[in-house]
């Protein structure tokens, strides 16, 4: 048995180890390569949406071509659809070389806006694109709308009788993809219905249980819901021309009279403070895992469709993005939070 003093002496160093050990997101900041180390990804709102979609594909993706690396550990940090998160890492409260975080297309549109608090796109590394989902029109199965032409006729009667139901507020973009097809019918956006949720997972729970009419979401987590037995219509694809996989025969808006196309891009950023280093590690990390021979099929399972950016190319497409969705925020009247250049 051991002596009190020894036991003493073993409780005082897990103490101090337990002080001494790195916190959340902190976990690779040894020397190396990070993206050989244990990492966190981060899903910025609650499960079943498409960042959860996102940090999935990224750890699946990292081990196809790093078989030896310690899987991507997943962690939700819910709070504004991603909000919480980038102020967060933005502020340095959550970080290191350890930590990505998913974004998306709503992502950048919040940015747009100024809804992720006095931050510029230049407080985050943008690290990667790993696809792009597309927006749909969703119903429940036996919703009395059987196409799009159907919704777009009850909006153009009275657009208050319909309750769509999606991640995010006011200005979010499911809530735009909403307002477009309000556009579209002719009516006001302003007087349409929309009920927010945290997330995708629980907008299309509601539209299950009949407590929403239409889901203005993106396709991945639409199918991935319709995959688990949800009952769930496509009208849409919000996408230029219609797509395979498992989005074959769904029409397009376009092809059904609206003018709507909202492709969802899905990517990783890192907080600004990380070394040029580590963002030159991930971002090669993700060059080559996205290059390898499986990754096509890989980001079809995941319910995604090709757009791979790094580098410059991505922080010109964050750029480019941002501008025309501060002009479409303008058009709809969304009011822009000042945020620091």
């Not at 350890?98 to 407080?123: D, E, K, M, Y």
């Not at 995708?200 to 639409?222: I, K, N, T, W, Y």
Request: contains cysteine.
């Amino acid at each position: 048995m051991p002596s009190s003093a020894t036991s003493n002496r073993r409780h005082a160093l897990r103490a101090l180890c337990a002080l001494l050990a790195p916190p959340f997101g902190m976990r690779a900041m040894a020397a190396g390569d990070p993206s050989e180390e244990a990492a966190d990804c981060v899903i910025p709102a609650k499960a079943g949406g498409g960042f959860a979609l996102t940090c999935a594909l990224a750890r699946d993706a990292l081990q196809a071509v790093r078989p030896a690396r310690p899987p991507l550990a997943q962690r939700y940090l819910p709070g504004g659809i991603g909000a919480v998160a980038f102020d967060r890492i933005a502020t340095g409260k959550l970080g290191g070389p350890g930590t990505l975080v998913a974004f998306s297309s709503g992502s950048l549109l919040n940015l747009a806006q100024g809804r992720f608090g006095p931050h510029s796109p230049s407080a985050v590394r943008w690290i990667a694109t790993l696809g792009t989902d597309y927006g749909v029109i969703a119903v429940h199965r036996d919703s009395p709308f059987r196409r799009l032409q159907d919704l777009v006729a009850a909006l153009r009667q009275d657009p208050s009788r319909i309750a769509f139901g999606a991640g995010g507020t006011v200005g979010s973009q499911d809530w735009v993809k909403a307002a477009l097809l309000v556009r579209a019918a002719g009516r006001d956006h302003k007087a349409m219905r929309f009920v927010s949720f945290e997330g995708g997972g629980d907008a299309l729970s509601a539209l299950q249980g009949r407590h929403v009419d239409a889901f203005p979401g993106d396709a991945a987590e639409a199918l991935q819901a319709m995959a688990g037995g949800a009952p769930v219509r496509l009208l849409a694809v919000l996408s230029e021309n219609r797509l395979g996989g498992a989005l074959t025969g769904v029409p397009t808006a376009r092809e059904q009279g609206v003018d709507l196309v909202w492709p969802t891009v899905r990517g990783l950023y890192l907080s600004a403070d990380v070394p040029d280093a580590a963002v030159r590690a991930w971002t090669n990390a993700f060059r080559e895992a996205s290059a390898a021979p499986g990754y096509a099929s890989l980001r079809e399972q995941h319910g995604l469709y090709p757009f791979a950016l790094t580098g410059s190319a991505l922080d010109d497409y964050v750029q480019a993005q941002i501008k025309a969705y501060r002009q479409l925020a303008d058009e709809l009247g969304l009011r822009r939070w000042p945020t620091s250049r």
